[in-house]
């Protein structure tokens, strides 16, 4: 288990973590993350995130009941019943059904947090903060901090609305039931409400509402009162475990999708940070254990439906496994049955399921698509990951023949529908939608000044070099800039590439000398977070600045 007196210096300046989320990352040596996640979590929401917001169906909520227990629910409402009149603010015309264990805790000077996630095409944000007011059935809210998530263990689903009257009817208890203990053994998706309050004022302390998703059976229960989940890799902030370091007390929230009822429980958690346990599940970082302490039940609180997208998948037949650099295979993929593919525009990313011997679920993983929509073929090009169950699959066993399940492309990283210069800014394996972007460009003749760039440590770690040579030699609209950080000896600049260090928001910043430019940013967390803050300090707007993170 982890303990709570770790040491810890702090960086000057305020911190978006408190203590609890700092001694995590300390523990998990990952406490760089600092640097740039002060970019990355503001104190008002982009309108990328104001407009994400306004779309959704529903929100996850969390907050605590009058005895200080945390609870994660639901509040639904039809198109429009989320607003932001501001970036730090958010009018939810809306409230939780009665007999819920929040129904008459959301009222002001409440700490709430909030998750808006979008299953069709597992978008995601997060804002915390509090209720400063609101009439019966709405409440006003003031962000704290605001921060985007990456699509991992997102289950896709579509949703849609129940016609007549609810039969709602609300159950209580210690213990989970029968009934309930196999819906959590049969989820593949709960929400975790978690929060920590220190001494003062803090936009770090308050509420968290974060999502976990994984195969069914990946929540375990080890008892009527005991359950117990496997924690993956994330954003690296560990808002929730760092809550749990500090205050143990945390909500599960189970959905039942297919009838709208709600599972909701409270109790302790705690964390198992190495043990042999953890040893047993391929990937995982920590085992989280809640100890129950009450259960509630309520059968179709909700509207809203949604069903697993299952109905878009199509069998995929792999004919041809192509190395692009030292840890980057592509892989092309054609329609099982000979036929024509679903069509995507470029930056979209593809689900496929993969059943991987050993494991009895299919595992599911999304890769961007790194080729054009032609209607015949299918190509995503996978860095192999040290301890990625996936990427190391598909890199050693997956072989030309291989049949395997997908569902149609989605996403919404894709290029703006203007006239205005595009600067495509990738790092790692992050080019892949790029490069998808730039066949589209050229093979649509969309004339509009475009700049590639890409920073990779060198020549042995960038893939599709030639291919992106070879396009914008052919085009007359596309320039390419790449920067290599620690070059191979032999490497030239000028000849094998054109700046050595990494790239920068100025070097971005100087490829146009016009203000209306849209940069669209691919890449690991920190690198968007720190490319994303540089922009902005030099004066280009938030709307104008696209990322997808990996």
């Given amino acids: 288990m982890l303990k709570t007196d770790i040491g810890f210096v702090a960086d000057s300046g305020r911190s978006p973590f408190h203590k609890g989320e700092q001694q995590v990352q300390q523990h998990m040596g990952e406490r760089d993350i600092e640097r740039w ?11 990328q995130h104001r407009e994400f917001f306004e779309a959704q ?11 200080g227990r945390p609870w994660a629910t639901v509040l639904e409402g039809d198109t429009g019943f989320v607003a932001s009149p501001e970036a730090t603010r958010l009018d939810i015309d809306a409230s939780p059904t009665p007999g819920d264990p929040l129904a008459e805790a959301l009222r002001a000077g409440t700490n709430i947090g909030i998750l808006g996630i979008e299953l069709a095409t597992r978008r995601r944000n997060r804002v915390n903060g509090h209720v400063v007011g609101g009439t019966e059935g709405q409440l006003n809210f003031v962000v704290g901090q605001s921060f985007g998530n990456c699509p991992q263990y997102i289950r896709e689903r579509s949703y849609w609305w129940h016609e007549g009257p609810l039969e709602t009817m609300v159950q ?23 929060g920590y309050q220190g001494e003062g004022e803090d936009p770090a302390y308050g509420m968290d509402a974060s999502h976990r998703g994984g195969e069914k059976g990946f929540v375990e229960v080890l008892g009527d009162r005991k359950i117990r989940f496997p924690d993956y890799a994330g954003n690296r902030f560990y808002n929730t475990l760092g809550n749990i370091v500090q205050d143990g007390r945390a909500g599960f929230l189970f959905l039942d999708f297919a009838s709208g009822s709600l599972l909701q429980l409270t109790g302790r958690a705690t964390i198992d940070f190495g043990s042999d346990d953890v040893r047993r599940f391929a990937g995982a970082r920590q085992l989280v254990t809640l100890d129950i302490e009450d259960v509630v039940e309520t059968t179709a609180a909700l509207r809203l439906r949604w069903q697993a997208d299952a109905e878009n998948a199509r069998s995929l037949r792999l004919i041809e496994k192509h190395r692009e650099s030292k840890d ?14 679903e069509p995507f525009r470029a930056g979209q990313h593809l689900p496929i399921e993969l059943k991987i011997p050993g494991f009895d679920e299919k595992v599911q993983r999304t890769y961007s698509l790194s080729n054009s929509s032609n209607g015949m073929h299918y190509r995503i090009s ?8 996936a990427s190391r699959y598909l890199h050693d066993a997956l072989q030309p023949g291989a049949i395997l399940e997908s569902r149609k492309p989605a996403g919404d990283f894709i290029l703006p529908d203007d006239d205005r210069p595009i600067v495509l800014v990738s790092a790692g394996i992050g080019i892949t939608p790029m490069l998808s972007m730039v066949h589209w460009l050229v093979e649509s003749d969309d004339n509009r000044a475009s700049w590639f760039v890409h920073g990779a440590r060198n020549g042995a770690h960038h893939p599709f070099k030639r291919d992106v040579d070879r396009i914008a030699s052919e085009s007359g609209s596309v320039s390419t800039l790449t920067f290599y950080s620690r070059p191979n000896e032999g490497e030239e600049q000028g000849r094998d590439f054109d700046v050595e260090g990494r790239i920068s928001g100025e070097a971005l910043k100087a490829l146009v000398a016009r203000n209306d430019v849209h940069y669209l940013l691919c890449g690991p967390a920190a690198f968007l977070a720190g490319i994303q803050a540089e922009l902005e300090h030099l004066g280009v707007p938030e709307a104008l600045i696209h990322s997808e993170t990996f």
């Fill in 172 to 194: 209580r208890g210690q213990d989970l039931t029968p009934s309930q203990i196999d819906w959590i053994r049969t989820a593949d998706t709960f929400f975790i409400a978690t």
């Fill in 37 to 47: 996640a002060k970019g990355a979590i503001r104190n008002h929401m982009p309108d």
């Fill in 328 to 341: 980057v295979v592509s892989f092309l993929f054609e329609a099982r049955d000979g036929g024509t593919l």
């Fill in 382 to 389: 996978v860095k192999r990951e040290t301890n990625g169950l």
């Fill in 57 to 67: 169906p529903f929100l996850i909520v969390s907050a605590r009941d009058r005895q």
